[in-house]
C-alpha cells in the first residue's frame, strides 16, 4: 500500500489558481526548483526535491462522499501527496504540512487534509481549525507550522454498513 495524503479545498479559487499558490509555495521553500510550472501540477504532476509527488486537479465529488455527508465539506479542489517510501519520510511529512499550512493562509473555504483517504488530519471549516490529536502523524514541531488557533480534535468518518 502506498502512502498517500489528500488535500480537499472548498474554495471559489480556481484549479490554476490553487496550482500557481502552491508552485510559488513550493518554489519558497525550495521544495521545487525555478524551472518548475504550475501546469505540471495540473498535468502529470511534480516531484519535490524530497521525493513527494504532487498533484493538483479539480475535485468532483460524489454525493455520499465522506467529505460531504459526514464533515459538510464539499472540495471544489484538491491536491494528491504521494510520499516516496524509499526516502526520509518524516522530512516528506513536515513537507506536506508545510505545503498545505502555505495553502490554508493563502487560500479562502473549507479544507480537509487526509491520510491514506481515511484518517482526517486537519479541517479548516467555518474559519475554524483543528488537528487530529494523534501525536504520530502531529510530530511536536509539525503543529508549529499551521496557522493559528487550532484545537485538537479527532474526526471520524461514519462507518457504513
Known amino acids: 500500500m502506498s502512502i498517500s495524503h489528500s488535500f480537499h479545498l472548498a ?3 480556481p484549479v490554476a489558481q490553487v496550482a500557481r499558490a502552491l508552485n510559488g509555495l513550493a518554489q519558497g ?3 521545487f526548483d525555478s524551472a518548475t510550472r504550475p501546469e505540471r501540477l495540473l498535468g502529470e504532476g511534480v516531484d519535490t526535491r524530497s521525493g513527494t509527488w504532487v498533484r493538483v486537479f479539480a475535485a468532483d465529488p460524489r454525493p455520499w462522499n465522506p467529505l460531504i455527508t459526514d464533515l459538510a465539506v464539499v472540495p471544489t479542489v484538491s491536491v494528491a501527496f504521494r510520499p516516496d517510501k524509499t ?3 518524516s522530512g516528506q511529512e513536515d513537507d506536506i504540512v508545510r505545503l498545505v499550512s502555505g495553502l490554508l493562509t493563502r487560500l479562502p473555504g473549507d ?3 487526509q491520510y491514506h483517504d481515511e484518517v482526517v488530519r486537519l479541517l479548516r471549516r467555518g474559519g475554524e481549525r483543528s488537528l487530529d490529536e ?3 502523524l502531529w510530530t511536536p514541531a509539525r503543529p508549529a507550522a499551521v496557522p493559528q488557533p487550532y484545537r485538537r480534535e479527532t474526526h471520524a ?3 457504513e454498513d
Do not use: I, M, N, Y
Open 11 to 13: 474554495t471559489p479559487t
Open 87 to 89: 526516502d526520509d519520510l
Open 29 to 31: 521553500l525550495g521544495l
Open 157 to 159: 468518518f461514519s462507518e
Open 111 to 113: 479544507a480537509v487534509l
Open 134 to 136: 494523534r501525536d504520530d
